[in-house]
């Protein structure tokens, strides 16, 4: 789950991390009413989407006034922003973030994430910092430092002296940095975040550190003991289909294809999907249904497939083992005939009660073609939507 940069900000700032003071603006009203916290003459005027190259697509501005900071956030407040990371769609601004403006001496990147390969906590240092670490790691690699730690309750003196030494620290600064480094450890372990990001993290000409920018992403899996960090979900920033899956506890990611697919089973989903694209076609999205799927579960993810207007074909890929290949077909059957399905279906049962699946997929009086194998169904459905 994703927060947004004043959200990602508030809490670090619980954990005692330095970030630059701001307001956030709903409506154009609440500058009025809270620009008054802000002592400055100068703001930045942020776009809060959850999205990264926001300045690049004109998302972020240096105002001078309140007056031209109001004339810029009227622009700004409900545009439609297209970054790289949104896609064409773009996403619609329908919060703001305006802080005090800070003078710029350095900037860094400073990053800390779970890292799943070597079981530790990694902290990414550059300082390369204001641009894109992946460009930075093609272009620079040299620039950057990862400095892995033993999971803990606290992190050592010598990590922390690894993860600052590129940013080459005065002695004072380096008492902040030590400062820093630890609240951002104790908010990844705390709040069962997987990456904290930074970019930049700034040194002021007067000296400061300052987290200029900052991301937190949080382990869906472990929403359930978080509710506090669960409050700050921004279902607007969603694609409504995952919201959907999300209540019937369907694994759902939308793509750009044209070929429907329910699966169930992560590694059978990935495979489902690349020999679809081995028969030159693209998937419309991922979907795995799970392994105890009810008749209900199906349908709800059968009609979820369908709500994609880019879908020309659907293929149905199942290995029953704890899921049993009779209940898929009910649902199946049940959500088409509800759904009066008008594109192609191509269906592959095997394993617990895929004969009695079949059956039943057969009887249903629907327009459904049979594959023997994974290589069948993707030939079958590729050639149904030509």
Do not use: W
Not at 39 to 57: E, M, N
Not at 119 to 130: L, P, R, V, Y
Not at 286 to 296: N, P, R
């Amino acid at each position: 789950m994703n927060i947004h940069e004043h959200q990602a900000k508030e809490l670090l700032s619980e954990f005692g991390a330095p970030v630059s003071k701001g307001i956030v603006v709903y409506k154009l009203s609440d500058i009025d009413e809270k620009i008054e916290e802000l002592k400055t003459k100068k703001f930045v005027l942020k776009a809060q989407i959850h999205a990264g190259g926001r300045g690049k697509a004109g998302g972020v501005k240096l105002v001078n006034s309140v007056d031209e900071l109001k004339k810029e956030a009227k622009i700004l407040l409900g545009k439609k922003l297209i970054t790289p990371q949104t896609g064409n769609e773009g996403k619609k601004v329908q919060r703001l973030y305006v802080e005090e403006a800070s003078d710029i001496k350095n900037e860094y990147y400073l990053s800390c994430l779970v890292d799943r390969q070597s079981s530790k906590i990694a902290f990414i240092s550059s300082k390369e910092g204001g641009m894109d670490i992946e460009e930075v790691a093609i272009k620079k690699p040299k620039k950057i430092i990862t400095t892995r730690v033993e999971f803990s309750k606290e992190i050592g003196k010598n990590d922390i002296e690894k993860i600052l030494r590129p940013f080459e620290l005065t002695n004072h600064q380096k008492e902040e940095g030590f400062n820093l480094i630890k609240s951002l450890y104790k908010t990844l372990i705390s709040k069962d975040a997987s990456l904290i990001e930074i970019n930049p993290l700034i040194i002021t000409k007067t000296g400061k550190i300052i987290c200029l920018d900052a991301k937190i992403n949080f382990d869906d899996n472990a929403l359930f003991r978080r509710p506090e960090i669960l409050k700050l979900r921004d279902l607007n920033e969603e694609d409504p289909k995952e919201i959907e899956a999300s209540k019937h506890d369907l694994a759902y990611i939308k793509l750009e294809g044209s070929i429907g697919c329910m699966v169930n089973g992560a590694g059978l989903a990935m495979a489902t999907m690349d020999i679809i694209k081995l028969y030159g076609k693209e998937p419309a999205n991922f979907l795995d249904v799970g392994g105890g799927a009810s008749k209900e579960k199906v349908s709800a993810a059968f009609k979820l497939i369908l709500s994609d207007k880019n879908v020309k074909g659907i293929l149905i890929n199942i290995f029953g083992g704890i899921m049993r290949c009779d209940v898929l077909a009910q649902g199946v059957v049940e959500a088409a005939k509800e759904t009066k399905l008008d594109v192609p279906l191509v269906v592959r049962l095997a394993g617990t009660n895929f004969e009695e699946g079949k059956k039943i997929l057969d009887d249903s009086g629907l327009k459904i073609l049979s594959a023997s194998d994974l290589n069948d169904a993707a030939k079958k459905i590729v050639e149904a939507i030509k």
